[in-house]
Nanobody
């Protein structure tokens, strides 16, 4: 049974930094592409960032480029999202996702339950 468990979401001020974590179990993590999505109230879930299992290959949404960094630690079966210069529009539930390849992550095979990030102005 695959499980993705996110952590690290909380209330922060605009301009703050935050790091989200996701630990995975039940899958071959070192051969799995991992990603982050988010869903703000009243909006559709959107892609944020992804990292292939060859971890030099990453992909970011335009809103994340230059501010967010995705990384992974295959020894810990974990993927991280470091977020800097957070703004109120970054407020959302952030979801960890997994699939075989970074291309396939457009429609993830597995999802976590999400962690809430709230950025106050």
């Amino acid at each position: 049974q695959v499980q993705l468990v996110e952590s690290g979401g909380r209330l922060v001020q605009a301009g703050d930094s935050l790091r989200l974590s996701c630990t995975a179990s039940g899958l071959a993590f070192s051969r799995t592409a991992m990603g982050w999505f988010r869903q703000a109230p009243g909006r559709e879930r959107e892609f944020v960032a992804a990292i292939h299992w060859i971890d030099i290959i990453t992909k970011y949404a335009d809103s994340a480029k230059g501010r967010f960094t995705i990384s992974r630690d295959d020894t810990e079966n974990a993927v991280y999202l470091a977020m800097n210069s957070l703004q109120p529009e970054d407020t959302a539930v952030y979801y960890c996702a997994a699939h075989d390849t970074i291309v396939a992550l457009t429609t993830p095979k597995y999802w976590g339950q999400g962690t809430q990030v709230t950025v106050s102005s």
